[in-house]
């Protein structure tokens, strides 16, 4: 009988805080090991001991993924297996986060540094060994740098999908859809429950809307995190011809740098570095408040509207009529951003105030939709068991039970803390 299991740490029936052990008798591998983060205090996956574990894997650099890795690197923390995009990008959100959060973090920048240490990197289509387990890795075109990974142990063999993407975005090639035969597939639900909006449309639309606003005189806010989203949004403003003048704040400089730096990651290098050369850099108070003043648009965190300059910006965009609000990320429950979209008011010097400028959301996702999880579940070979993790509990449970009962494939939305034997 086999002795491989998977052990849920946490993003199981929930988005954030990303953990997943999968281990035999004798050794033990990481998937992933991140914290929450629309939390004002960030919460980890279960403890795991540095110990108990031979090698970690990190599928990309968000911190619901990364950000409780380095508390494994007090002492000495297993090796972790990572690309080299998902190394700087991870260091930066990572900095990011104790500059916000580090009084409430039980680490330090140091700690960093040591899982730097650990790092091995690793390509799209490398293979290594390590204490009985054989690994690959695949792109799963997220964000820059991120990875699918297969192992391989006791002749049992598990896909770990990490947050993935098919379609081709401006920055990245789609993850294609895997046809080996797998045991057990562990696989991302984030938009189980629907599908998204045609790209190109909608990347047209964006455009549209944004030389409306600005061509009357007024400024386009659009909230977006610094890692990715903000990249994709510019690079798809440019290669649909909007000329007006676009702003980009927060650490979207030092990410862009990053991902310029590894153009065998992107899928089509020059168009993205031509987009990022034409915009203008805010880099203090001063080019924040000029940029306001002028007509065009700001790409700015926080996403979700809550941190980041976003207070700042909001004030001067929301409640004037010519200017524009523009939504392009995920909007978690309890952040400013979903209270904007369901009631049109927004936290203000501590009252709510309803918002003038225009109000719109562009589904720019870096998640595989509904079909696109059901198109890969049905592509792959054998008779996996897919355990549907990272996503709403109720979006989950109804995709794990549509699919089953009329698909007839075995889907399980796992709990934190479930134990399954593969
Ligand atoms: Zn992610």
Redesign the pocket.
């Known amino acids: 009988m086999s002795s491989v299991k998977i052990r849920f740490l946490g993003g199981a029936l929930e988005v954030g805080k990303e953990g997943v052990l999968v281990s035999n008798s004798s050794h033990t591998v990481l998937l992933d090991y991140g914290s929450t983060v629309s939390d004002d205090n960030p919460k980890f996956p279960e403890h795991v001991r540095p110990t108990e574990v031979d090698a970690a894997v990190l599928s990309?650099a968000?911190l619901?993924?990364s950000g409780a890795l380095p508390y494994l690197y007090i002492n000495n923390g297993p090796e972790v297996f990572l690309t080299e995009p998902t190394l700087e990008l991870g260091r930066l959100l990572l900095r990011d986060f104790l500059n916000i959060s580090g009084e409430r973090l039980p680490y330090e920048f140091v700690e960093v540094e040591k899982m730097s240490g650990r790092a091995t990197l690793v390509g799209y289509g490398d293979r290594v060994s390590r204490g009985g387990f054989e690994m690959s890795f695949l792109n799963a075109g997220?964000?820059p740098g991120s990875m699918m990974t297969s192992l391989s142990i006791d002749s049992k063999r598990i896909l770990f999908t990490g947050?993935f993407n098919m379609l081709d975005t401006r920055l990245l090639k789609g993850a294609e859809t895997v046809s080996e035969e797998y045991d057990a597939v562990i696989m991302e639900g984030t938009y189980s429950n629907k599908d998204h909006a045609d790209r190109h449309d909608m990347e047209m639309e964006l455009v549209a809307a944004c030389n409306q606003i600005v061509e009357e005189g007024g400024t386009v806010l659009i909230p977006a995190f610094s890692v990715g989203r903000s990249h994709e949004v510019v690079a798809s403003l440019r290669a649909n011809g909007f000329k007006h003048q676009i702003h980009l704040d927060g650490m979207a400089r030092e990410a862009a740098e990053i991902i310029l730096r590894h153009p065998t990651y992107l899928r089509d290098h020059s168009e993205v570095e031509r987009a990022l050369n034409s915009v203008d850099w805010i880099d203090g108070w001063g080019s924040r408040k000029k940029a306001v003043r002028t007509p065009g648009v700001v790409v700015s965190p926080a996403g979700m509207l809550r941190g980041g300059a976003a207070a700042f910006y909001m004030e001067r965009v929301a409640f004037e009529k010519k200017n524009g609000v523009f939504l392009v990320s995920y909007q978690a429950v309890n952040t400013p951003g979903r209270m904007l979209i369901e009631s049109g008011k927004l936290p203000f010097r501590g009252k709510l105030r309803s918002v003038e400028a225009k109000v719109q959301s562009f589904d720019f996702s870096s998640h595989a939709g509904k079909s696109h999880l059901v198109k890969f579940i049905q592509a792959l070979g054998g008779t996996p068991k897919v355990y549907l993790v990272h996503g709403e509990a109720e979006s989950l449970r109804s995709f794990a039970q549509e699919m089953t009962q009329k698909s007839g494939v075995p889907v399980h939305a796992p709990s934190i803390g479930e134990i399954v034997e593969v």
Do not use: L, P, Q, W
Request: net charge negative; no cysteine; aromatic share 0%.
């Open positions: 990309h968000h619901d993924h997220h964000i947050d």
